[in-house]
């Protein structure tokens, strides 16, 4: 049982970095970094502190133009919408984060690339991930169109 709660305290002390760190950090891309890593601690546990990362990073990316982040968050927020059974925000987030990630011109409107150097496959991924949700959304809707 011990291992247990060592885990718990280990991603307690994580969680508690990463807000401090987003509290601190110098620059807007550390900031959207920190945000996103903080919307993937909650991605699936807690759907509110998601969509409230979520909105900390949309609002970084779109103060800076970072148009590839834009659609990123707004996927990562359409989707919890969906999860939350909203389906009219997931789909209009969902809706607006496709029309960013589709245009080619947005692919060196990004903070950082992360694990996909090439940025035209970072905009596909994230294009990919979007299309995921909304088929997931219209499944769940009954919209086989």
Do not use: C, W
């Amino acid at each position: 049982m011990l291992p247990f709660f060592a885990k718990a305290q280990t991603r307690q002390h994580t969680l508690d970095s990463l807000k401090q760190a987003l509290r601190t950090a110098s620059t807007d891309s550390s900031r959207y970094n920190i945000a996103d890593r903080l919307l993937f601690f909650y991605y699936q546990s807690n759907r509110d502190s998601a969509l409230q990362y979520s909105e900390i990073g949309l609002s970084i990316a779109e103060k800076n133009n970072m148009a590839i982040n834009v659609a990123e968050m707004l996927g990562h927020k359409g989707y919890q919408l969906y999860q939350l059974k909203r389906f009219g925000g997931a789909l209009k987030f969902l809706l607006r984060a496709k029309k960013i990630a589709q245009d080619p011109a947005n692919e060196n409107k990004v903070f950082t690339p992360g694990k996909y150097p090439e940025l035209r496959k970072k905009r596909l991924n994230i294009l990919g991930a979007i299309l995921q949700s909304l088929g997931h959304l219209k499944g769940a809707t009954g919209d086989t169109t």
